[in-house]
């Protein structure tokens, strides 16, 4: 079975920054694109950032574009989500999904359990 782990949230100020770090372990051969999620109360899950296989293309929100940044250590099985400037409207539970091969050849989406970031004064 594959697993993501996602850590590093929490409480910051605006203005403040976060390191979220994704972790797969468990029973994985290789893993494609990862993409961080996220979700508030009241709105729909929103498309954060995206690495694609190799780490070449990545792919951001609008609402976040200049102030994240995705990037991934294949070596450590780690995807990470560095977060600068952070503002009020950034509050919300992400998540980690990696587009995976097992080592039994099965490839599927993953999905971590999510971390909670707030942004408060």
């Known amino acids: 079975q594959v697993q993501l782990v996602e850590s590093g949230g929490g409480l910051v100020q605006p203005g403040g920054s976060l390191r979220l770090s994704c972790v797969a372990s468990g029973s994985i051969f290789l893993i494609y694109n990862i993409t961080w999620y996220r979700q508030a109360p009241g709105k729909e899950r929103e498309l954060v950032a995206r690495?694609?296989?190799?780490?070449?293309?990545?792919t951001y929100g609008d609402s976040v574009k200049g102030r994240f940044t995705i990037s991934r250590d294949d070596a450590k099985k780690t995807a990470y989500l560095q977060m600068n400037s952070l503002e009020f409207d950034d509050t919300a539970v992400y998540y980690c999904n990696a587009d995976a091969r097992s080592v039994w050849g099965r490839r599927a989406e993953y999905w971590g359990q999510g971390t909670q970031v707030t942004v408060s004064s």
């Open positions: 690495i694609s296989s190799g780490g070449t293309t990545t």
